[in-house]
């Protein structure tokens, strides 16, 4: 999706697919406002993933690509939970167009102590558990759904998988932020509990200069929990 006029967001999806930050897109449009741009990863929400994307460096170089292809710059990237890590390979491989980077409870790291949840091991209800401050409100009851968004959800995971590996994580991560050298937010909901606040605060340790920010009663999916507080601390720190 491309919508909005102003200032350019690259806002990057999760593991949940698209879907998990379309709303948020719109809000971020016409509250910015923005030009907010949302790809579906290949291999996302039905869509084809070349076999030579594995990784999600590759993807990071495909979204830089993007962003040369649209002659953007200025650019502020905004990734949530796999979209997080995404956003921070792009502050490593090419960050000459991106003015910016916000990271929400995003993954990657392996952090001593403090793992993150075996996603592919979870039934969709305790991925809610994990992921929601109020899992009742915003879980998903996958005996609810039609076969083919089961089927989505499926295709979903095995990207991830693909993506990311079932630790979800690359030892050489944190050693690497090191080399980030744009203004970075790390944001993290207090209710965490796919990667916890402790966590959080590890990824911001990484990055030089990195504000951290925690948003109360919020889980790993601050754009579909709090998007009101989310889109005040981007505001917040692009006024920064």
Not at 123 to 151: F, M
Not at 156 to 180: E, F, K, W
Not at 213 to 231: F, N, R, Y
Request: overall charge negative.
């Amino acid at each position: 999706m491309d919508q909005g006029t102003g200032k350019a967001l690259l806002l990057l999806h999760g593991g949940g697919g698209p879907q998990t930050v379309t709303p948020f897109a719109e809000r971020l449009a016409s509250v910015q406002p923005a030009r907010v741009i949302t790809p579906t990863h290949p291999g996302f929400a039905g869509t084809p993933r070349p076999e030579w994307l594995t990784t999600v460096r590759g993807l990071a170089r495909l979204y830089t690509q993007l962003l040369d292809e649209l002659d953007l710059s200025d650019v502020i990237v905004v990734g949530n939970s796999i979209g997080g890590w995404i956003a921070a390979e792009m502050a490593l491989v090419e960050p000459s167009r991106a003015t910016a980077f916000v990271i929400v409870d995003g993954v990657g790291l392996e952090v001593p102590g403090h793992p993150i949840a075996d996603f592919f091991a979870l039934t969709p209800r305790q991925v809610a558990e994990l992921s929601y401050h109020d899992p009742d409100r915003y879980g998903i009851d996958p005996s609810k759904l039609a076969p083919e968004a089961l089927q989505a959800m499926a295709g979903n995971r095995a990207t991830l998988s693909a993506y990311a590996g079932t630790a979800m994580s690359d030892p050489t991560l944190a050693g690497r932020l090191a080399g980030v050298k744009k203004p970075t937010l790390v944001v993290w909901g207090d209710s965490d509990r796919i990667a916890g606040v402790d966590y959080g605060k590890a990824v911001a340790g990484a990055i030089p200069g990195a504000e951290f920010q925690i948003l109360a009663d919020t889980g790993h999916l601050p754009q579909i929990e709090s998007p009101e507080k989310l889109v005040e601390a981007i505001k917040s720190f692009l006024e920064r």
